[in-house]
């Protein structure tokens, strides 16, 4: 039952159809909200002899969890200094990323991209993960890759969405545009300057999504 909004009223649901007589051996509650008095009271039953239950997962737990849609799966992500390429600006926290001429007075650190204006992120991603970019100017390069991608040099190993090891979504004021190892695919729809990006590490899958009225609808 991931992310099935289930609070600390369902968790004392759950428990009294738990036993005796249920089948239940699995019970997941990843990215809901049981509160501490729900986990308690359903830790009970894997103790009870009169219960077939064996394991119980709740992580990623918390209020947030019971929103509707895809963003109880939010996260906080933060840029990280040392892989911003020279050219880039940090600011708010290191919530915000801006291109510029001048270059900034960042120390050399192995991790930073020598060549390629791009940064990546200090967390790494896990399980399930969603987050929102607001973007302005003439155009924007948003994705993911792994920590493996290459940051000395100029090749296309170090370019996000020109290799096997990075995925992107391009947003302009006319269209948008995903890559993957080279191959382009024009995304016809109308630009929003709000884009949602949702990762689910289990499944393998990777979906950009555009927002203008408040809810994200799949590209």
Same mark, same amino acid.
């Given at each position: 039952?991931?992310?099935?909004? $289930?609070?600390?009223? %369902? ?7 738990? *036993?005796? &007589? +249920?089948?239940?051996?699995? @019970? =997941? ?28 997962? $709740?992580?990623?737990? %918390? ?7 895809? *963003?109880? &799966? +939010?996260?906080?992500?933060? @840029? =990280? ?44 991603? +896990? ?93």
């Amino acid at each position: 039952m991931p992310g099935c909004c $289930v609070t600390e009223q %369902g968790c004392t649901s759950l428990a009294l159809c738990s *036993r005796p &007589y +249920s089948h239940l051996r699995e @019970l =997941d509650l990843s990215y809901n909200h049981p509160g501490d008095s729900g986990v308690k009271l359903l830790s009970y039953l894997l103790q009870d002899p009169e219960c077939k239950l064996e394991k119980m997962h $709740v992580d990623y737990g %918390g209020q947030c969890r019971i929103r509707p849609g895809l *963003r109880k &799966y +939010s996260c906080q992500l933060t @840029l =990280d200094p040392n892989r911003a390429n020279t050219h880039l600006y940090l600011s708010e926290e290191n919530r915000k990323v801006t291109c510029r001429k001048e270059e900034q007075k960042h120390p050399d650190h192995p991790n930073r991209f020598e060549c390629r204006k791009q940064v990546l992120c200090v967390e790494s991603l +896990s399980d399930r993960c969603y987050w929102e970019v607001l973007w302005s100017g003439i155009a924007a390069v948003i994705g993911v890759s792994y920590k493996g991608i290459r940051r000395k040099g100029d090749s296309e190993d170090c370019r996000l969405g020109y290799n096997d090891k990075s995925w992107v979504l391009y947003c302009s004021d006319k269209s948008y545009a995903v890559r993957h190892n080279r191959k382009r695919t024009e995304i016809p729809v109308p630009p929003s300057s709000k884009v949602g990006v949702y990762v689910d590490f289990v499944s393998g899958t990777l979906s950009f999504y555009s927002i203008s009225s408040g809810e994200p609808t799949l590209l």
